[in-house]
């Protein structure tokens, strides 16, 4: 079936240095979308991206959707305490009404 | 803003019983979900809905059913909740396939 791969599943940085979480699917997705969860919360939607090669920033996030539209990949530059939790890809195969596939998360640790 | 309200945040559970999570939209949303998440895991499909009395399987469906009288409400039943059945569950809700989704809060049941 349709698998979306999320390395790596955990991440322990000291604070102040990057991440990077990294997404690849075994299939052309229509979009892949980031979704951020707080320890105890609940996933929230964080950006689409749609284009091949897109590109798109939120303050010190950066989103990246590759030519193939296969792989994606979320950075962090100089982590921040308010950082920490899990981040999610999940993407859309298109075609269903069953949603999106969902990676299964990377956890953002961060030692102050 | 998109609300999912999930009723019961934290349930506890006798094995054998029959237990009801009950969630509800407020976006008139085609799509809803319910997944279960286990650390190690991530998100995992149980079944979802794309319009009333409709109904999918997801990825993990055994042991589980749902009801969607209404638009607004999706219901997941635990017919005769089982150990292995403790987890967090999240309701989630979306205008379409392949668009964003929005989750509840989750539910933590705990069966005993």
């Known amino acids: 079936g349709q698998q979306v791969m999320q390395i790596p599943q955990y991440q322990h940085v000291q604070e102040g240095e990057d991440f990077t979480t990294y997404c690849n699917s075994s299939t052309t997705l229509s979009n892949i979308q980031w979704y951020k969860q707080r320890p105890g919360g609940h996933p929230v939607f964080l950006i689409q991206l749609v284009k091949s090669g897109e590109v798109k920033k939120q303050k010190r996030l950066t989103f990246q959707f590759g030519e193939a539209k296969k792989n994606s990949s979320l950075h962090i530059t100089a982590t921040q305490t308010t950082d920490v939790g899990t981040y999610f890809c999940a993407g859309d195969v298109g075609g269903g009404a069953d949603g999106l596939t969902f990676g299964k998360g990377t956890h953002l640790i961060i030692q102050p | 803003d998109v609300k999912v309200t999930q009723s019961s945040r934290y349930l506890v559970k006798r094995t054998g019983e029959k237990v009801f999570l009950e969630c509800v939209q407020d976006m008139d949303h085609e799509n809803m979900f319910w997944y279960r998440q286990d650390p190690g895991l991530g998100l995992r499909l149980i079944y979802f809905s794309y319009d009333v009395k409709m109904k999918e399987k997801g990825d993990i469906p055994e042991g589980y059913s749902v009801s969607r009288e209404k638009k607004e409400r999706f219901s997941l039943i635990l017919e005769s909740a089982s150990t292995n059945q403790t987890s967090m569950y999240l309701c989630?809700?979306?205008?379409?396939?392949?668009?964003?989704?929005?989750f509840g809060e989750g539910s933590w049941l705990t069966v005993v």
């Open positions: 989630a809700s979306s205008n379409g396939a392949g668009a964003t989704i929005y």
